[in-house]
């Protein structure tokens, strides 16, 4: 058995507004690409039950934080906690029931129908007494249906639109039933009809059944609208965090994003709303 070892709970070292407790959490990390640091002393707590949304500009940090948290980066320095125990002691398939990923870009076996593929995300939870149920296959329906993919059931994935194959991937997601769910730039090559469908389902996924969410973006409206936490980063260092009504102004855009604008609410869903200011004419 793979040795695991607790670490006792320490206070976050983070910017006003950091949750205190969470199952997933970075503490003090530093995180690079051979000699290239990204970050340096990074201290995070993802909020439990939590949509939180990562932002900030290009090259900040945020998928590399993201990479970390999902056991696909080893730190540098510093230590990735999952349940208060180091998440690089656990073994894959353990990491696999609990903490799910939707990464940036997938690519599907070829000829792989949707079915297979959904079905797929059951695998952390087979034994070797406990193989394929019933269970198993509802839960794959279910998540089909949710996602709106089980018409496609039988379709080759890489028949699929763009769209379409998003929603297959994370029904996979859904499959596994983790509690917590990691999503990079899950709007990636999306049109915008389908960036908003896809994070309606990602919101939904958070509202109806409790899970915490994770997620990279970088639309900041998009961000604003739908995330319950905000989470944003600039030069490698997390410099505002909370709720977006209350951390969202233009001076904050501005720092972060070099963008003049103003903050105004959405008339849709009274979240911030980013207008940038007009250029002068010329």
Not at 65 to 80: C, I, T
């Amino acid at each position: 058995m793979t040795a695991q070892h607790t670490v006792p709970d320490s206070p976050p070292q983070g910017v006003p507004g950091s949750p205190t407790a969470g199952r997933l959490r970075a503490e003090d990390v530093t995180l690079a690409y051979d000699e290239r640091v990204i970050t340096r002393g990074l201290s995070v707590v993802i909020p439990d039950a939590e949509f939180t949304v990562i932002v900030g500009p290009n090259a900040c940090g945020k998928s590399t934080l993201l990479r970390a948290l999902a056991r696909m980066m080893p730190p540098r320095q510093g230590s990735v906690l999952l349940d208060g125990q180091l998440i690089s002691g656990y073994p894959s398939k353990e990491v696999a029931r609990r903490l799910g990923l939707l990464p940036q870009s997938s690519t599907a076996p070829d000829g792989i129908t949707v079915a297979d593929l959904v079905a797929r995300g059951r695998y952390p939870h087979q034994r070797l007494l406990r193989q394929w149920s019933r269970t198993d296959e509802q839960i794959v329906l279910q998540s089909m249906r949710s996602t709106g993919v089980d018409a496609l059931a039988l379709r080759a994935v890489d028949e699929l639109s763009g769209g379409q194959r998003q929603r297959v991937w994370l029904a996979m997601a859904l499959a596994q039933e983790t509690p917590i769910l990691l999503l990079d730039e899950p709007t990636t090559f999306l049109d915008i009809a389908h960036q908003y469908e896809m994070l309606d389902l990602c919101a939904d996924l958070h509202a109806d059944h409790g899970r915490t969410l994770v997620a990279v973006l970088h639309d900041l409206n998009q961000a604003c609208r739908y995330a319950t936490h905000l989470l944003v980063m600039k030069d490698g260092a997390v410099v505002a965090q909370g709720p977006p009504r209350e951390i969202v102004t233009a001076e904050l855009v501005e720092d972060v994003f070099t963008l003049a604008c103003r903050v105004i609410d959405d008339p849709e869903t009274g979240t911030p709303m980013v207008i940038p200011l007009a250029r002068r004419p010329r």
